[in-house]
């Protein structure tokens, strides 16, 4: 499931100079005679530039070491200085996949130009079942792998084991999602005879590239479902649960290179069938390329996730605080189903929930999932 980028706060407007602030000391030629120690400038004592670019990045020109004449702070020494409290310097990229795992840009470790942080230095995660505890980006192509720091001089550098990285990350968070969430799991069965052929009559009027797959039928469900059980489709933090006034839907996304990414598709309640395999189609192209957009990191009220086109028939997923529930659909197969004293071959399809026992149970759980499958026998086109 996946988060807004974090704006950080403007930085102070300048102050301007006044008539009372001293003038830019020129600096001497290198023939020039050196400046005796006890005449030292007080590095404080800086050109009008130099106090704006200070304030700017929120430097103390008392605690900078200066490199002009008398250790008098110049331009260069502002440039060449760390930041306090300022913007950590990070690609547009790299801010939008900490904002989607939920990572603090300060606490990362730059490896870009100027110690810049870029999408590589992003870690990410995911549950072991499947779920998207946080989205896993595999390593850019472009980008060679990060070396550490050797143990000497003489010791060659190792490189960082990416997918060691990611399984820490994995741990971690799936860790604490079964620390804090009391789970509970569910499973039933839908039979989609009746919604497969009538999708499969609405699209033989469509062409190709408007057809709706089945997967966006699921997903259609469980969002109508979704608006009318709250207790599945929120948010539990610092002990309160705030139920979402509409459902923006998680769904993740397998990347062709390796990983999962769980882009969020807003307000899928109100999308059509065709609106949603629309909205299905665009969020999955931008996640495979890298080019999610802002509204796909929103936070997600509830994520699905399904293998089944991997063949698995059923999910039980882990949730992704602070949401309250997760939904797993496994593969649309054939299987035996008893209808009016008949033993017949059906297709058919698991869904799953994984729910919140601090603020749902059983039975606002089976009475959601018992919606979805009757939007899916009733309401499917």
């Known amino acids: 499931a996946w988060l807004n980028p974090v704006g950080a706060a403007p930085a102070p407007a300048a102050t301007p100079a006044t008539a009372a602030t ?9 023939s020039a005679t050196p400046t005796p120690a006890a005449a030292r400038i007080d590095p404080r004592i800086v050109s009008p530039l130099v106090r704006h670019l200070a304030e700017e990045r929120h430097l103390d020109l008392a605690h900078l070491s200066g490199t002009g004449p008398g250790h008098q702070v110049r331009r260069i020494d502002v440039e060449s200085a760390e ?16 904002a989607l795992a939920g990572v603090d840009p300060a606490t990362l470790r730059g490896s870009g130009p100027h110690g810049a942080v870029v999408g590589r230095d992003v870690p990410f995660g995911t549950a072991a079942t499947g779920t998207p505890a946080e989205p896993i980006v595999p390593a850019e192509k472009s980008a060679p792998a990060e070396p550490s720091a050797p143990a ?43 919604a497969l052929e009538r999708l499969a009559r609405r699209n033989e009027a469509q062409p190709l590239s408007r057809r709706v797959l089945p997967a966006a039928l699921l ?10 059980h709250p207790l599945v489709n929120g948010t539990f933090v610092d002990g ?22 769980a882009p969020t598709i807003v307000g899928a309640e109100h999308l059509g069938l065709d ?11 931008r996640a495979r390329r890298g080019r999610l957009r802002s509204a796909d990191t929103t936070p997600a009220s509830l994520t699905v996730t399904s293998l089944g086109e991997l063949g698995v028939d059923a999910v039980f997923g882990v949730i992704h605080p602070p949401q309250v529930a997760l939904v797993g659909i496994g593969a649309i197969h054939e299987a035996p189903w008893a209808s009016g004293g008949m033993l017949a071959a059906r297709p058919v399809v698991q869904l799953t929930l994984a729910g919140d026992h601090r603020v749902s149970d059983g039975l606002a759980g089976a009475a959601f999932l018992a919606d979805v499958v009757r939007s899916l026998q009733e309401d499917a086109p």
Do not use: N
């Open 275 to 285: 609106e949603l395999m629309i909205a299905l189609r665009e969020v999955v192209g």
């Open 240 to 261: 309160r649960f705030t139920a979402s006034p509409r459902v923006d839907l998680g769904v993740v996304v397998s990347l062709r290179g390796g990983g999962l990414l």
């Open 152 to 194: 000497e001089p003489s010791a060659p550098a190792e490189p960082v084991d990416r997918a060691q990285r990611v399984r820490q990350v994995i741990g971690e968070r799936m860790s604490r999602s079964w620390r804090e969430i009391p789970h509970y799991h569910l499973q039933t069965t839908a039979e989609l005879s009746g």
């Open 22 to 30: 001293p003038a830019a000391i020129p600096t001497p030629s290198p």
């Open 219 to 228: 997903l259609h469900a469980v969002a109508r479902a979704a608006a009318s």
């Open 83 to 98: 930041p306090v409290g300022a913007r950590p310097r990070i690609s547009p990229r790299a801010r939008r996949l900490a």
